[in-house]
């Protein structure tokens, strides 16, 4: 499956930004899909996590409250809405799938990538 991530820009903080990630190539609705993201400096790290079937997901304790991951099978897309956003979450955020036996919040456990798309968050 190819995917690619779109939706990032500039925000100021307290604001919202929705990302989204377009997958092609595969029966979508097989795959976990995840969000990771990557500050410079700093290693990739887990955002959120929702299952194939988008009956379970999981999130980082940093966006808990604050991000909701979702998806469309039937469209293709999977979804990252992000409020109340902060200056610590800018990074470049990378959509990821994979067909794990169970949801994983294990970068080097997805198997498919996006291409990153840059989100910046001003003070």
């Known amino acids: 499956v190819q995917l690619q991530a779109s939706g990032g820009g500039l925000v100021q903080a307290g604001g919202s930004l929705r990302l989204s990630c377009a997958a092609s190539?595969?029966?979508?609705?097989?795959?976990?899909m995840g969000w990771f993201r990557q500050a410079p400096g700093k290693e990739r790290e887990f955002v959120a996590a929702?299952?194939?079937?988008?009956?379970?997901?999981n999130y980082a304790d940093s966006v808990k409250g604050r991000f909701t991951i979702s998806r469309d099978n039937a469209k293709n897309m999977g979804y990252l809405q992000m409020n109340s956003l902060k200056p610590e979450d800018t990074a470049v955020y990378y959509c990821?799938?994979?067909?794990?036996?169970?949801?994983?919040?294990?970068?080097?456990?997805?198997?498919?990538w996006g291409q990153g798309t840059q989100v910046t968050v001003s003070s």
């Open positions: 190539g595969g029966t979508f609705s097989r795959y976990h």
């Open positions: 929702i299952s194939s079937g988008a009956i379970t997901t």
């Open positions: 990821a799938a994979d067909r794990t036996r169970t949801l994983t919040a294990q970068w080097r456990e997805y198997g498919y």
